[in-house]
């Protein structure tokens, strides 16, 4: 028994370590990939923002909300899966909208957008939702500002002054992003893995993260404009939620596992529809642009 907790508390660490990771690697290698006026150039957009406020912090939490009661989550895994509705601007959506081949730059401002609103938006939200849980405005934006937004700024930095030096820590930094990735699933899953079997016979918790995802992008997509590049930026940040600001949040808060474990169990589910979708579409635009230039 002791055994067990030694190599599941062991594969905890080396989660959250690749987590941190991958994390990093994303934002900075966003910011080598893009200049500040490819960011801040779609947002410029007001009723694009505006609608991908309103999906992000209205819908897809209203969206969590009714399916915790229709589905009758038991409260932990409920608590989970409205954390989860609740923060939004994940660095894995740069991931998806490039395999979708959707707008980078418009993804990375959205991303930046909603990580900063999400900062603002935790400390409200909770105490209604939640009495007596308390989240730190200050810690939000430190932690945001360490993970986030420094190494975006320095990728920026670096694209700006040396972009031959961008250019080629691009692949690299890719490959280092990939495999934190990879790292951080096997890692989690075998921590977790007897929990979420769990999960998955005793509740209606894979049917609820199936609709959650699938009705999250939609939502995000329909309120696009009619640019498809737009569309799948859209869908693909709403849908997307921000998996390392949910844990932090539950680790801190919340003293029962399953919390956790819910929030990762609903957000492997998500990668996983969300990367199979952004590939398909990815592959069907390629053929659409072969097809067109022959």
Do not use: C
Request: hydrophobic residues 55%; glycine residues 8%.
């Amino acid at each position: 028994m002791v055994e067990i907790e030694a190599f599941t508390s062991l594969f905890q660490t080396i989660g959250y370590i690749a987590t941190l990771v991958f994390v990093l690697a994303s934002t900075f290698s966003a910011g080598l990939s893009l200049t500040i006026r490819q960011i801040l150039g779609p947002l410029h957009n007001v009723k694009l923002v505006l609608l991908t406020l309103v999906a992000n912090f209205i819908l897809v939490p209203a969206l969590a909300q009714i399916l915790l009661y229709v589905f009758s989550l038991p409260r932990p895994l409920a608590i989970g899966l409205f954390i989860l509705g609740t923060v939004a601007g994940s660095p894995f959506v740069l991931r998806l909208t490039q395999a979708a081949r959707g707008d980078i730059a418009l993804a990375s401002g959205l991303m930046i957008l909603l990580m900063v609103v999400t900062t603002f938006y935790l400390p409200v939200v909770f105490p209604i939702f939640f009495p007596g849980v308390e989240t730190s405005t200050r810690d939000l934006i430190k932690s945001m500002a360490e993970i986030i937004l420094i190494p975006l700024a320095l990728g920026l930095l670096v694209r700006a002054r040396y972009d031959e030096l961008a250019g080629e820590l691009r692949p690299f930094i890719g490959e280092v992003s990939n495999l934190a990735f990879l790292i951080l699933i096997i890692s989690y899953i075998l921590a977790y893995l007897p929990a979420m079997l769990r999960i998955i016979t005793e509740t209606y918790a894979l049917f609820a993260g199936i609709i959650f995802t699938i009705g999250s992008y939609a939502l995000g997509y329909f309120l696009g404009d009619p640019d498809r590049s737009h569309r799948q930026a859209l869908g693909f940040g709403t849908a997307q939620r921000n998996i390392s600001v949910a844990l932090a949040i539950a680790g801190l808060n919340f003293k029962d596992p399953y919390v956790t474990i819910m929030i990762f169990f609903i957000s492997i589910v998500a990668v996983i529809l969300l990367m199979v979708f952004a590939q398909e579409i990815g592959h069907h635009h390629k053929k659409g642009e072969k097809a067109h230039l022959g």
